[in-house]
């Protein structure tokens, strides 16, 4: 089945600094791909979509400034959360999407700010 | 009131029951929907992908829309204690963003 792989799984930084996680996908090109993040016992909150070669487009209550998302070709979009403080905590999944095939996930990033 | 509703459980089955999942939408333009499994710090897995009504089997799956309705169901035949997880109802118009249940937890006790 198509992979989409998700890196780090786990980080843990101090308050102020900015953190990059990456998602690829490996077997298939991602026309599309989402960012998400999920708390505790909660879905999946949608926080933006990226289609290659175009900005990101965030869902309401998101902050554009905070998360910084690329997605520079068809196998790889990065979120960047810059000047992470202890409520950005929290556990960010990407997903991909080929056309209108379904989404695809990766393993999610565990993220810990001190 | 939410576009998808998905008891969240917690339900627990013995090993080898037929388990039930279902959700509820209203909006009557989704045309996909799917099946996740998600176990605990992990990714939402694909477990089924339907295109609008009908049935779908894979395995021990078997998906059910009913557009009509607006209901959709997972079934889960020979419960095993590995399907313990949180399994989550999907769907979307399109190429939108999927619009996802709140997930209905899973145990399944040996």
């Known amino acids: 089945g198509a992979v989409v792989s998700q890196h780090p799984s786990w980080v843990i930084c101090k308050s102020g600094t900015s953190v990059k996680i990456e998602c690829r996908s490996l077997?298939?090109?991602?026309?599309?791909m989402f960012w998400y993040r999920q708390f505790p016992k909660q879905s999946l909150m949608l926080m933006a979509t990226?289609?290659?070669?175009?900005?990101?487009?965030?869902e309401q209550g998101v902050e554009k400034d905070k998360f910084l998302i690329n997605h520079a070709s068809l196998t790889l979009s990065t979120l960047t959360v810059t000047s992470a403080h202890p409520e950005d905590s929290s556990f960010y999944i990407c997903s991909a999407m080929h056309r209108a095939q379904p989404q695809h996930f990766g393993d999610g990033t565990r993220l810990s700010i001190l | 009131q939410k576009e998808v509703e998905q008891d969240p459980g917690p339900l627990s089955v013995p090993e080898g029951a037929i388990v039930s999942l279902n959700c509820t939408y209203s909006n009557s333009a989704f045309q996909y929907f799917m099946w996740y499994r998600q176990y605990s710090r992990k990714g939402p897995e694909l477990l089924m992908y339907?295109?609008?009504?009908g049935n779908k089997e894979d395995g021990r799956f078997t998906a059910q829309v009913d557009k009509s309705s607006k209901y959709i169901s997972l079934f889960i035949r020979d419960s095993q204690p590995s399907d313990s997880a949180t399994y989550l109802c999907a769907m979307r118009t399109g190429r939108r963003a999927l619009t996802f249940g709140s997930g209905t937890r899973l145990q399944v006790q040996p």
């Open positions: 339907t295109y609008s009504s």
């Open positions: 990226s289609n290659e070669g175009s900005k990101a487009t965030y």
């Open positions: 077997d298939f090109q991602a026309t599309t």
